[in-house]
């Protein structure tokens, strides 16, 4: 414990990252063997120990046995989640925006859903994180991505502007090298016009290393198809580079529209957000919109779009289908 300790301190100072100051939040999971475990055993035993930890919010936890139910119930949601795959059972959901001038639905946010046999229906905030550290993420994100195109050509009008689709790409989809090909090959073969698809990319994704991340907008620009940052306002972005990014779109994250009516108003950071939006010559989108009083307040702040349960949930393609031939909302 007291090697751990010294890590844990070393790894306590700041980084320094292209200017900016990062801290970390280590965790350190230990195990020791008085028997006759192999070195691969006692290394999976202190990585269960290490997440047992950050589940804990602790810095240091030496392995319990009574931690060991943990690795086979992440090989069993693993091999669940590869057998979903194969089943169909990842269905797409989606949810319109609507822009607040005129009600009218201008695009749709794809949202994937699993409905597991047994565990019912899982959230994807429970199942994308876990997606990502397997690497699942890649069959799914490839699933969702052509289901939405095939689904957005069937809802495009004969004329007039079209209806975007909106996907989320996770930050590992956006450093495969292979991306820009794939989003390609989706559209030739769906026949979805490029300028109708838009790929939401979380703010914390495109942080990092900068160059690269322009490299990678510019070139998913060139195919014609449109970008948004995702959940902005929660990745504390490096404004300086916002402005060199490639980006049509920002989305406030629902979190601010939320605290438009909580105690602690925050009215002056979405407004905030909108101005900065428009500064750049970006659309604004506002997430998570549940009542009339935040619609209301976002119009007259002069926000775009807005999306959330005030204008629908996000439902099947069948009850969107259906939402579309009306066409107006609010
Ligand atoms: P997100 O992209 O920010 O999506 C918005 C989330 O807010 C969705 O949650 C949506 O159902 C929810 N939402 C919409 N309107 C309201 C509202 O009025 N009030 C509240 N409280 N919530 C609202 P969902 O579907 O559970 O998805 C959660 C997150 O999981 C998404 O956040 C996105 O980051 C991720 N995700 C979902 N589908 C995919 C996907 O196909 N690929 C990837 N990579 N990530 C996905
Ligand atoms: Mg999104
Ligand atoms: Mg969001």
Redesign the pocket.
């Known amino acids: 414990s007291e090697v751990a300790k010294r890590i844990l301190r070393s790894l306590a100072l700041p980084f320094k990252i292209e200017g900016q100051e990062i801290f970390l939040s280590p965790s350190v999971g230990v195990s020791l063997s008085f028997e006759k475990a192999t070195p691969s055993d006692l290394v999976r035993q202190a990585g269960i120990a290490m997440y047992q930890a950050k589940r804990e919010v602790k810095e240091l936890l030496f392995f319990e046995s009574a931690m060991g139910e943990e690795a086979p119930e992440r090989l069993k949601l693993e091999s669940d989640m590869r057998r979903g795959i194969e089943q169909n059972e990842f269905m ?2 989606y ?1 319109p925006k609507v822009d607040l001038q005129t009600g009218k639905i201008v695009s749709m ?4 859903r699993w409905q597991h046999p047994q565990r019912g229906f899982v ?3 429970k199942f ?1 994180p876990f997606a990502e550290e397997t690497g699942l ?1 890649e069959p ?2 490839k699933i ?1 991505l052509e289901t939405a195109c095939r689904e957005a050509v069937k809802w495009q009008p004969k004329t007039g502007e079209p209806i975007v689709m909106a ?4 930050a590992i ?1 956006f450093r495969n090298p292979n991306l820009v090909e794939e989003v390609n090959d989706v559209l030739i073969r769906t026949g979805l016009p490029a300028h109708a698809l838009e790929l ?1 990319i ?1 703010e914390s994704a495109v942080l990092g290393d900068v160059n690269a991340t322009i490299a990678t907008l510019e070139e998913l620009k060139k195919l014609g198809i449109r970008l948004a940052i ?2 902005f306002g929660t990745g504390y972005s490096n404004l300086g580079h916002l402005r060199k990014f490639p980006v049509d779109v920002l ?1 406030i994250d ?1 979190s601010f529209v939320r605290g438009m009516t909580g105690a602690l108003d925050d009215t002056p950071i979405v407004e905030a957000v909108i101005s900065l939006a428009k500064a750049l010559e970006l659309h604004v989108v506002a ?4 009542t009339a009083q935040q619609m209301e307040q976002l119009k007259g702040l002069g926000c775009d779009l807005g ?4 204008f629908a ?2 439902s099947s393609s069948q009850v969107i289908s259906e939402m579309l031939k009306q066409k107006e909302l609010s």
């Open positions: 797409v959901y949810q946010e794809a949202l994937v959230s994807p905030a994308i993420i799914l994100g969702v996907v989320n790409l996770s989809q939401e979380t995702d959940d989305k629902q997430e998570g919109v549940e999306q959330g349960y005030y949930k996000p």
